[in-house]
């Protein structure tokens, strides 16, 4: 190896060359300090990888890069002058150098000024990236490629072009987490990509949160993955030509975006495009987009007007959730509401679905508070749990003719419902479906309902009256726990009275049982102060435990023949129980039975117990 020494007259760095022929230069000695100066004949700067890269040695000492009159450099190696301190780099005179290589000058944080060739080509990945103090740069004309982020969080906020500039494709990430606000053309500020750009990859301008307003050039056909993510300070966007697709969380937390018009050309909108893009306020979706994909504007707080052009055919999950609609009126071919879609839309008011709807997916439509009516074809043949929960403002629902079951909570709190009409073919109300629908209190079931679910109708304390269908053959646990019932008629078909069944239905005077019921399950009228008569058919063969405790009104019980057990705490608390028959066959009364019933003068416990 041979190492030379030039311009001694001032600090310049020595440097040392792969062989005798002096083209290519491989390092640069400890301790050189100052300037690096490329001389004219050589035509490569090589490095073996990162961390073997040419100027490691003099990593902290160099300031500035420069190349002689006509110099014939062909190639600078990958990593060639990474983490350099570098303050400035003048390229000018590499006239036949037509490629960057990737990070041949990234993590240089003191890198200001920099020249490019004038006959550039291509910038290759991560050529500028956490060059915090470069500002601004020149791109020549001739340059095509901007690769793989090129100036990731770099301290870039404007490209300087020319209106012939030939640049066409804009790498991924290129300005991720950078500055960037704007290109310059012919040196008058505009938030134009240049027209001769032809695509820009994923995440292509994400993080510049300083950029204001953006205009897509007619060439771009496709935005693709969030690249525009987190530019918090975009405020508008003009689309020039014939877009065709929208990427997933291409505008996402544009948080200051206002206003976009999205071209009558998109046929495709991906999910959380313009998730959480707090500002907007308008949006038409064009006529030739079907699908409305997930999180699509979810979290779009002062969203008010969505104007659907087209015929849907998929509304996503999340679609609009936590928006300010007030108001949606969909049609054509949409099948199916996304789980989520409307979440949290406080609102809105008024839905109007028109079309062959089929189904409305879990907690579509939960907690819009403001909705008042909404309209839901016949087609509708399954509603999914919370679809309506928390919608506080909605006084009435008619059931589908189609639907075939009530999913769980799906109308969970909706504290002002009164009117409920259950529709034909409609078999099973499920698990908490109206628990808490505190006004509730006309229910009309027309059709053949068989089940009523867990918690159906647990505190609806205004549901007086309300005459279970002879079809219901099976009622589950507490589903009319803390109601308003005064009257209750127990249908013939129905075997168990389960437990916990009416507990806590303060007002329940009396309970008339058709049927052949063979249990009453624990708890099941206990804390129903009210209660003064309850026919026990003589098929009854178990009482649970705390199965009538704390009935203070009722005054007569007879326990049926069949009955050989009586549970510990059954009638606790009985306080104006005077007469009770306890069957010849029974062979067990547990604990407290009958403590505190202090009207009841005796009882006679058969030899068998």
């Known amino acids: 190896m041979f190492c030379y020494l030039l311009y001694q007259s001032f600090s310049v760095a020595s440097l040392i060359y792969k062989d005798n022929t002096n083209q290519t230069i491989i390092s640069c000695s400890a301790g050189s300090l100052g300037e690096v100066f490329i001389p004219q004949n050589v035509t490569e700067i090589y490095s073996e990888d990162s961390y073997n890269y040419a100027f490691k040695n003099c990593k902290d000492s160099i300031t500035s890069l420069k190349f002689e009159e006509d110099s014939k450099i062909t190639s600078i190696s990958s990593y060639s002058f990474r983490v350099t301190s570098l303050e400035s780099a003048n390229l000018s005179e590499c006239k036949k150098l037509t490629l960057l290589n990737s990070s041949v000058f990234s993590y240089c944080k003191y890198l200001k000024s920099v020249i490019l060739p004038p006959n550039i080509s291509s910038i290759g990945s991560s050529c500028f990236s956490e060059c915090k103090n470069l500002i601004s740069i020149y791109l020549p004309d001739s340059v095509v490629t901007l690769d793989v982020a090129v100036f990731k969080e770099s301290g870039l906020t404007t490209i300087n072009v020319s209106s012939d500039s030939k640049l066409k494709t804009i790498g991924i990430e290129c300005f991720y987490?950078?500055?960037?606000?704007?290109?310059?053309?012919?040196?008058?500020?505009?938030?134009?990509?240049?027209?001769?750009?032809?695509?820009?990859?994923?995440?292509?301008?994400?993080?510049?949160?300083?950029?204001?307003?953006?205009?897509?050039?007619?060439?771009?056909?496709?935005?693709?993955?969030?690249?525009?993510?987190?530019?918090?300070?975009?405020?508008?966007?003009?689309f020039k030509g014939n877009l065709t697709y929208i990427g997933s969380g291409s505008f996402y937390f544009c948080k200051s975006l206002t206003y976009i018009i999205i071209p009558e050309s998109v046929e495709v909108i991906e999910s959380t495009a313009f998730s959480s893009c707090e500002s907007l306020t308008n949006v038409v979706i064009p006529p030739k987009v079907t699908k409305i994909s997930d999180?699509?504007?979810?979290?779009?707080?002062?969203?008010?007007?969505?104007?659907?052009?087209?015929?849907?055919?998929?509304?996503?999950?999340?679609?609009?959730?936590?928006?300010?609609?007030?108001?949606?009126?969909?049609?054509?071919?949409?099948?199916?509401?996304?789980?989520?879609?409307?979440?949290?839309?406080?609102?809105?008011?008024?839905?109007?679905?028109?079309?062959?709807?089929?189904?409305?997916?879990?907690?579509?439509?939960?907690?819009?508070?403001?909705?008042?009516?909404?309209?839901?074809?016949?087609?509708?043949?399954?509603?999914?749990?919370?679809?309506?929960?928390?919608?506080?403002?909605?006084?009435?629902?008619?059931?589908?003719?189609?639907?075939?079951?009530?999913?769980?909570?799906?109308?969970?709190?909706?504290?002002?419902?009164?009117?409920?009409?259950?529709?034909?073919?409609?078999?099973?109300?499920?698990?908490?479906?109206?628990?808490?629908?505190?006004?509730?209190?006309?229910?009309?079931?027309?059709?053949?309902?068989?089940?009523?679910?867990?918690?159906?109708?647990?505190?609806?304390?205004?549901?007086?009256?309300?005459?279970?269908?002879?079809?219901?053959?099976?009622?589950?646990?507490?589903?009319?726990?803390?109601?308003?019932?005064?009257?209750?008629?127990?249908?013939?078909?129905?075997?168990?009275?389960?437990?916990?069944?009416?507990?806590?239905?303060?007002?329940?005077?009396?309970?008339?049982?058709?049927?052949?019921?063979?249990?009453?399950?624990?708890?099941?009228?206990?804390?129903?102060?009210?209660?003064?008569?309850?026919?026990?058919?003589?098929?009854?063969?178990?009482?649970?435990?705390?199965?009538?405790?704390?009935?203070?009104?009722?005054?007569?019980?007879?326990?049926?023949?069949?009955?050989?057990?009586?549970?510990?705490?059954?009638?606790?608390?009985?306080?104006s129980l005077t007469n009770i028959t306890i069957p010849s066959k029974i062979t067990t009364i547990s604990a407290n039975a009958f403590s505190n019933c202090k009207k009841l003068p005796t009882i006679i416990i058969p030899e068998s117990v």
């Open 295 to 575: 999180s699509t504007f979810s979290s779009c707080k002062n969203l008010t007007n969505v104007t659907i052009a087209g015929n849907l055919t998929y509304l996503g999950s999340f679609a609009f959730s936590n928006c300010k609609i007030s108001s949606i009126t969909i049609t054509g071919n949409l099948t199916s509401i996304g789980g989520n879609a409307f979440y949290q839309c406080q609102s809105l008011i008024n839905i109007t679905i028109i079309g062959n709807l089929t189904s409305i997916q879990p907690w579509s439509f939960c907690r819009c508070t403001s909705l008042t009516n909404i309209i839901i074809p016949e087609s509708v043949e399954y509603i999914g749990s919370n679809a309506f929960q928390e919608c506080e403002s909605l006084s009435k629902f008619t059931t589908p003719l189609k639907l075939k079951q009530i999913s769980s909570s799906t109308f969970y709190k909706c504290k002002n419902l009164k009117s409920l009409t259950i529709t034909a073919n409609l078999a099973y109300i499920g698990q908490g479906a109206f628990q808490e629908c505190n006004s509730l209190r006309d229910i009309l079931i027309t059709g053949s309902l068989k089940s009523i679910g867990i918690w159906a109708f647990t505190l609806c304390r205004k549901l007086l009256n309300f005459t279970i269908p002879e079809c219901v053959i099976n009622i589950e646990e507490r589903a009319f726990s803390s109601c308003g019932l005064i009257n209750v008629t127990i249908p013939s078909k129905v075997t168990n009275i389960t437990s916990d069944l009416f507990s806590y239905c303060r007002y329940l005077k009396s309970v008339t049982i058709l049927g052949n019921i063979t249990s009453i399950g624990s708890g099941a009228f206990s804390q129903c102060y009210s209660l003064r008569e309850i026919n026990i058919p003589e098929s009854i063969e178990s009482i649970g435990s705390y199965a009538f405790s704390s009935c203070k009104s009722l005054t007569t019980i007879e326990i049926p023949e069949m009955v050989t057990s009586v549970g510990s705490y059954t009638f606790n608390n009985c306080e």
């Open 177 to 238: 987490k950078s500055n960037f606000t704007s290109f310059c053309i012919s040196n008058l500020l505009d938030f134009t990509i240049p027209e001769s750009v032809e695509s820009f990859e994923s995440e292509a301008f994400g993080f510049c949160q300083s950029l204001t307003a953006i205009t897509i050039p007619s060439k771009i056909t496709r935005i693709f993955w969030q690249s525009f993510f987190n530019c918090i300070k975009l405020e508008s966007i003009t």
